[in-house]
């Protein structure tokens, strides 16, 4: 299906009532993606899987996950995404799981690939360096939605195996892709966003300081970005910490991409000062 010029460019509606209806079928029968939050809100999650599931021989799945819908508390389009990955988590053998995790995975609407990333992250029989490896194709992934979720999906895993975790992370942060050093710097972050808190790196960040320092002058500001709300979300229990890295930091590297990261790192210090 030839997908029209003024859709494939179109910027996405900074209002769900504005997102066009072409646009939203589009969506629902997973031939585009969404292009922002807006767009993501209207889709009815139901009319889509009717539509992709048969495709990918998941047809029988289609009635739980609308009953689920239909019957959840949380009517919010990001509530259904967790609840219908949840759902999919349970349905498949260890032996089918991979297969099937892989054509949601790599399919075209960034939505169906969510499903994915929550699927694997509620997975009980997969070990979190299993689940690390699948998921890294998904944090580097070209939607900035799906790269959210893709750290966000592996966050409960990571905090119940945080020794671990830890270790298998930090060569992340050395990566040559800089989606994936932030996905390192993101998923570990003290206080987060929109999730769980890692008690341990509140009250001891310097275990993760190995996974921290080569991002001390990352030339990408997304990656920026990362490194100092994490330093900033440590001030908040342990403003020693962030002050000593950051002091040695601005001593070791004369980067202005360090100077940005310690500016923004330390600015609930400063405001509190």
Same mark, same amino acid.
């Given at each position: 299906?030839?997908?029209?010029?003024?859709?494939?460019?179109?910027?996405?509606?900074?209002?769900?009532?504005?997102?066009?209806?072409?646009?939203?079928?589009?969506?629902?029968?997973?031939?585009?993606?969404?292009?922002?939050?807006?767009?993501?809100?209207?889709?009815?999650?139901?009319?889509?899987?009717?539509?992709?599931?048969?495709?990918?021989?998941?047809?029988?799945?289609?009635?739980?996950?609308?009953?689920?819908?239909?019957?959840?508390?949380? %009517?919010?389009?990001?509530?259904?995404?967790?609840?219908?990955? &949840?759902?999919?988590?349970?349905?498949?053998?260890?032996? &089918?799981?991979?297969?099937?995790?892989?054509?949601?995975?790599?399919?075209?609407?960034?939505?169906?690939?969510?499903?994915?990333?929550?699927?694997?992250?509620? !997975?009980?029989?997969?070990?979190?360096?299993?689940?690390? =490896? @699948?998921?890294?194709?998904?944090?580097?992934?070209?939607?900035?939605?799906?790269?959210?979720?893709?750290?966000?999906?592996?966050?409960?895993? @990571?905090?119940?195996?945080?020794?671990?975790?830890?270790?298998?992370?930090?060569?992340?942060?050395?990566?040559?892709? !800089?989606?994936?050093?932030?996905? !390192?710097?993101?998923? &570990?972050?003290?206080?987060?966003?929109?999730?769980?808190?890692?008690? !341990?790196?509140?009250?001891?960040?310097?275990?993760?300081?190995?996974?921290?320092?080569?991002? %001390?002058?990352?030339?990408?500001?997304?990656?920026?970005?990362?490194?100092? =709300?994490?330093?900033?979300?440590?001030?908040?229990?342990?403003?020693?910490?962030?002050?000593?890295?950051? %002091?040695?930091?601005? =001593?070791?590297?004369?980067?202005?991409?360090?100077?940005?990261?310690?500016?923004?790192?330390?600015? &609930?210090? =400063?405001?509190?000062?």
């Amino acid at each position: 299906m030839k997908i029209p010029q003024h859709i494939l460019e179109r910027k996405g509606a900074r209002k769900t009532a504005d997102v066009p209806k072409e646009v939203v079928n589009l969506i629902e029968k997973g031939t585009i993606e969404t292009k922002n939050l807006m767009e993501l809100l209207v889709v009815e999650h139901s009319k889509l899987i009717e539509t992709v599931f048969p495709q990918l021989n998941l047809s029988s799945h289609i009635p739980p996950i609308q009953k689920i819908i239909k019957t959840a508390s949380d %009517k919010s389009s990001w509530q259904h995404i967790g609840l219908i990955g &949840t759902y999919l988590s349970k349905q498949f053998s260890s032996k &089918t799981f991979e297969k099937s995790f892989s054509l949601l995975s790599t399919h075209t609407s960034d939505i169906i690939r969510n499903y994915a990333c929550f699927m694997l992250g509620k !997975a009980t029989h997969l070990s979190f360096e299993k689940k690390l =490896n @699948l998921i890294l194709p998904l944090a580097d992934d070209d939607n900035s939605g799906v790269k959210e979720t893709a750290w966000l999906s592996l966050r409960e895993p @990571l905090i119940d195996h945080l020794e671990q975790g830890l270790v298998l992370l930090a060569p992340l942060s050395k990566s040559k892709k !800089a989606n994936l050093r932030r996905f !390192a710097s993101e998923i &570990t972050r003290p206080r987060g966003v929109w999730c769980r808190h890692i008690s !341990a790196l509140k009250q001891n960040p310097n275990l993760a300081i190995d996974l921290l320092e080569p991002l %001390k002058a990352d030339p990408e500001k997304y990656v920026q970005d990362s490194v100092a =709300n994490w330093l900033n979300d440590a001030s908040k229990t342990t403003p020693e910490f962030t002050k000593q890295v950051c %002091k040695r930091w601005l =001593n070791i590297s004369k980067s202005p991409s360090t100077q940005r990261i310690v500016r923004r790192a330390l600015r &609930t210090l =400063n405001k509190t000062a």
